[in-house]
């Protein structure tokens, strides 16, 4: 059979990159410091997410987005810190995109808001490829994880520019071995911002809260409004 | 586990140049995939079959390029392949390489279609 070859050249991700884009530009004109957190299911981050919520809603005006393939269970716990949470249920989808968070925005009825965050889904494959027109993206990494996550997952921990350590009360407890995964991270993205923390002890969380204060503020007097 | 999305979003590229051209029959389709996309070869040729029924693809053959991981060593200043599940890390001189090269391609490159 002859056949003609008809070039196409397209990158798949050219859809999403062009919609965060557009994300970014709009969360510039707000000033709105927007931060993406990526885990592995089970790692904490609704948890340490609704705390966060709780610490910063005192001085700032934020909100959350929530992604989960089922359920609306997160939002839910979310909105008891008080701040607006949006759930985006998923399906069979694996991540969240900027086309989800477009409209969950719509939802939020165009609400001013110093800080979005946004919770991905579960999951440290999929999510790592989908730029949401973050300030920030944020890898969890619990203590009952193995050490060596960053080397199996490479481009989730590459692409985040703070990495938490997360239920660091039980540490050890759970023979956590720090050194190991400074290595691991180390071995991905050398010099990255890494910051132990406990939502139950309250250990760490006062430089994560600092940490996004300075963003917080930074973005805010961004040159570009 | 994202493989359905991939095969979606490649038959929509498919799709529409094939529209764009009056192509009615598509018999094969080349794409690029890195090797940190996370894509599974054969879950994705699987969603393929499915996602094509009844489609201008429909029984096309995918073929999948592997493209591998990349990066630039700063101290060899030159392009390197890490070793898998080591991170990213100069397989000659152990320096970690963030720059990534290449590896996360997910392109669609051409379509062959019955002369």
């Not at chain 1, 999951?123 to 990494?141: H, S, T």
């Not at chain 2, 996602?51 to 995918?62: H, M, P, Q």
Request: glycine letters at 8%; charged letters at 25%; hydrophobic letters at 45%.
């Amino acid at each position: 059979m002859k056949v003609r070859v008809v070039e196409i050249a397209s990158n798949l991700m050219l859809k999403n990159d062009a919609l965060a884009a557009k994300l970014r530009a709009r969360f510039v004109e707000s000033g709105t410091l927007v931060v993406n957190m990526l885990s592995s299911p089970g790692s904490g981050k609704t948890t340490l997410l609704e705390e966060t919520l709780r610490r910063l809603s005192g001085t700032y005006r934020v909100a959350a987005l929530v992604g989960d393939q089922a359920t609306e269970n997160d939002a839910l716990r979310l909105a008891r810190s008080g701040a607006p949470v949006r759930q985006i249920t998923t399906a069979a989808e694996c991540r969240l995109d900027a086309g989800m968070i477009s409209k969950a925005l719509a939802q939020l009825q165009g609400e001013h808001f110093d800080a979005l965050f946004i919770e991905n889904v579960g999951n440290l494959i999929c999510p790592a490829e989908y730029d949401l027109g973050e300030d920030l993206r944020v890898v969890l990494l619990s203590v009952t994880e193995g050490e060596d996550k960053p080397l199996k997952y490479p481009l989730a921990f590459n692409t985040s520019q703070v990495v938490l350590i997360t239920k660091v009360d039980i540490a050890a407890a759970v023979g956590f071995d720090r050194v190991a995964a400074g290595e691991s991270i180390e071995r991905v993205n050398p010099g990255v911002r890494v910051v132990e923390v406990s939502t139950r002890t309250g250990a760490g969380m006062e430089e994560w809260i600092a940490l996004l204060d300075s963003r917080i503020g930074a973005k805010a007097l961004a040159p570009a409004r | 586990m994202h493989e359905i999305t991939v095969a979606l979003s490649l038959l929509d590229g498919v799709q529409a140049t094939a529209s764009e051209q009056g192509i009615e029959r598509v018999s094969a389709v080349n794409v690029r995939v890195g090797a940190l996309s996370g894509v599974v070869r054969d879950a994705l040729l699987f969603s393929w079959d499915v996602a094509t029924a009844d489609t201008v693809a429909a029984g096309s053959e995918l073929r999948i390029e592997e493209v591998p991981l990349v990066v630039f060593c700063e101290r060899c200043e030159g392009e390197r392949a890490p070793l898998p599940g080591y991170g990213l890390v100069c397989p000659e001189c152990g320096t970690p390489s963030p720059r990534i090269v290449s590896g996360r391609e997910m392109q669609l490159v051409s379509m062959e279609v019955p002369a």
